[in-house]
């Protein structure tokens, strides 16, 4: 074992353990006020305390703040927690911190799913268009990171146990083969799809709306109430299928329910902002070094500390080389790749071969 | 009443069980014994649900394969010969989940109790994945421990499964935990354990199904099971069998015959 990482149980105090979760919640609120008071139109600190207090805000102030700066925040707080808390839930489901839904391919499963309802969609029955509305590309995209999170299970897992190499290389197979899929699909494509297909494929909340933010929120919300049902599970999991089951849980039922929870955070996430890496590997990495792998603090703390995360990347890529903009994925890549090699030297060797 | 009828496995076209028959009774320690590959983890694995088989098995008249998870975590605990966890969970969170399967009202300080009941309490903010193999098999028997606590329940005895839980332990620490286990079917509940220690099993063990080839060889008292032919069969070398002072047979293999 390459002893890269530390035996983190010392820092495990009580008083972390107490204060973390509002410590989480503080930095959210505190990286969001920045955020909404951060851009090129002028609308700074001084005047979002006039809104709030409920002073009035110039015409132009009040378009920034509720069409372009607030939905861009909510967005940017509902796809991290989305990517950290899938990111959690297939490390649980792998028994493995280094499953994440961008390098294990489910991303790319999710982003074909996107691509085939943008491309395809049209194609669908009128009754079906209507019934899902704007809903149709988060359903698509999560359907794709469903089957794709099937198919690796199917690969990577044999009797409750995961392989890291093969788990590591049937996502890189499952994210070509996604990869290929989807470059057809842009040939077959017309310019008005096309158009879509480039301002969705960016990776950035840059194009967020209200509209594009309720499309994907059911799905997010769904997970999100799921997690307390999982945590339990989970956890009894980290011993094998077989321990889990003795321990009184529907191994099945409860893998199913997780598979499909991932991969609609996933997919919902990557419907509206494209594939944003590395969010889903760092947090619930963070949060097990300083409290503990417990998935009944760990999930609902990843939604929360995902959400910041995203939000600071955010406005770390609109302020860098502002007035452009970076994309947000090269953000969360820099943060999140030494992480992720962290990690990887720090497994033990038996788990990495 | 655990009752294993006639139960067969066939694992990657080998046969590994041909038809075991078992009855145990709460109140019993019964061990498990015989030589490596003999099929002692796959029975205790097959009878639990955990491998496919052939054949009925009942804990309290429940179906053991089969029954509802839920039901089964309330009547009877598992320890696997080796345990290996993901995620680096203290050891007391891992004894704290074999106390959230079980089904009585969580008594405050029980996973201090079943800590101490395996002489590890004072490694309970340990991280499960830097304890040595013995504290490891002990960390995961408090586990067990804390999920069926109370021997009897409202639905009858509950019940040990352990496969080899003094294996990897010191000699203290074999004699504290076979005591554990004794205790535990004195106050009613039933405990099955696989064993390789015949001086230990002897000492502590009402009855032993001695396994050689996937069938039972022999089972009863220790003193009716463990004689010389049975053991030379099983083990290949002669076992010379002497009278300890107070407690019971006393076996040693004879270096002589192994080679
Ligand atoms: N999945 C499998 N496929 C094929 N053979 C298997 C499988 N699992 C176990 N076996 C074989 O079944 C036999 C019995 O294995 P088992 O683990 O039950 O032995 P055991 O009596 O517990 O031995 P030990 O004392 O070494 O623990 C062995 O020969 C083993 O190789
Ligand atoms: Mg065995």
């Known amino acids: 074992m390459v002893a890269l990482s530390p035996d983190l149980t010392g820092l495990r105090t009580p008083a972390l353990r107490r204060f973390l979760t509002p410590g989480l919640v503080a930095l959210l609120v505190l990286a969001s006020l920045w955020s909404l008071s951060s851009g090129a139109a002028g609308l700074g600190p001084g005047q979002l305390l006039a809104a709030l207090t409920g002073d009035g805000l110039s015409a132009r102030d009040e378009v920034v703040l509720y069409q372009i700066r607030l939905p861009r925040l909510a967005m940017g707080i509902a796809v991290g927690a989305a990517l950290a808390v899938s990111g959690a839930l297939l490390q649980g489901l792998f028994r493995n911190p280094l499953a994440d839904p961008g390098i294990v391919g489910v991303g790319a499963g999710a982003g074909l799913g996107a691509v085939l309802a943008i491309v395809l969609g049209g194609l669908l029955p009128a009754g079906v268009l209507a019934v899902t509305g704007s809903h149709l590309v988060p359903l698509a995209a999560a359907f794709g990171g469903w089957v794709t999170t099937l198919l690796l299970y199917r690969i990577a897992t044999a009797g409750g146990q995961t392989r890291v190499t093969t788990l590591l290389l049937a996502g890189i197979a499952l994210a070509a083969l996604a990869g290929a899929a989807t470059g057809v699909l842009v040939y077959l494509a017309d310019d008005r799809q096309l158009r879509d297909l480039t301002f969705w494929g960016m990776g950035s909340l840059a194009g967020a709306t209200w509209g594009k933010l309720a499309a994907a929120l059911p799905l997010i919300a769904l997970v999100l109430l799921m997690m307390p049902f999982l945590a339990r599970a989970l956890n009894t999991l980290a011993l094998g299928e077989a321990q889990a089951a003795h321990m009184g849980i529907d191994v099945q039922r409860m893998k199913r329910r997780a598979i499909l929870s991932a991969a609609a955070a996933t997919g919902a996430a990557v419907a509206v902002s494209g594939g944003i890496g590395f969010v889903g590997i760092v947090v619930p990495h963070l949060l097990r070094q300083a409290d503990g792998p417990d998935h009944r603090r760990l999930l609902p703390r990843a939604a929360l500390l995902g959400a910041a995360l995203l939000v600071l990347a955010d406005l770390l890529s609109r302020s860098i080389v502002a007035p452009a903009e970076l994309p947000i994925g090269i953000i969360t890549a820099l943060l999140g790749a030494p992480v992720f090699l962290w990690i990887l030297l720090s497994q033990p060797s038996a788990a990495r071969g | ?259």
Request: proline share 7%.
């Open chain 2, 1 to 259: 009443m655990l009752q294993i009828d006639d139960l067969k496995v066939t694992l990657g076209g080998r046969d590994i069980l041909h038809g075991i028959s078992l009855q145990v009774r709460p109140g019993e320690v019964v061990a498990i014994c015989g030589p490596n590959g003999a099929g002692k983890s796959t029975l205790l694995r097959a009878a639990l649900g955990e491998v496919p088989a052939q054949g009925r098995v009942t804990l309290n008249g429940q179906d053991l394969r089969q029954g509802k998870p839920q039901a089964l975590a309330r009547l009877r605990a598992v320890l696997p010969q080796d345990t290996q966890a993901a995620f680096p969970f203290t050891v007391a969170e891992i004894v704290a989940m074999g106390q959230d399967a079980g089904d009585f009202a969580p008594e405050p300080g029980l996973v201090r109790r079943a800590l101490a009941e395996v002489g590890l309490d004072h490694l309970a903010d340990a991280s499960i994945q830097t304890l040595s193999g013995g504290e490891r098999q002990r960390a995961h028997l408090a586990r067990a421990l804390a999920q069926v606590w109370q021997p009897v329940g409202p639905q009858g005895a509950r019940w040990l499964f352990l496969d080899e839980p003094v294996a990897s332990l010191d000699l203290g620490h074999q004699l504290f935990v076979m005591r554990l286990m004794r205790r535990y079917a004195d106050a009613g509940g039933g405990v099955v354990a696989v064993m390789h220690d015949l001086n230990l099993t002897a000492m502590f063990a009402d009855r032993i199904a001695f396994v050689i080839g996937g069938r039972i060889a022999a089972c009863g008292p220790p003193d009716a099971v463990l004689d010389p032919g049975l053991l030379e069969r099983a083990y290949g070398c002669r076992i010379a069998m002497n009278t300890a002072p107070a407690s019971g047979p006393w076996f040693v293999p004879q270096a002589a015959q192994a080679g």
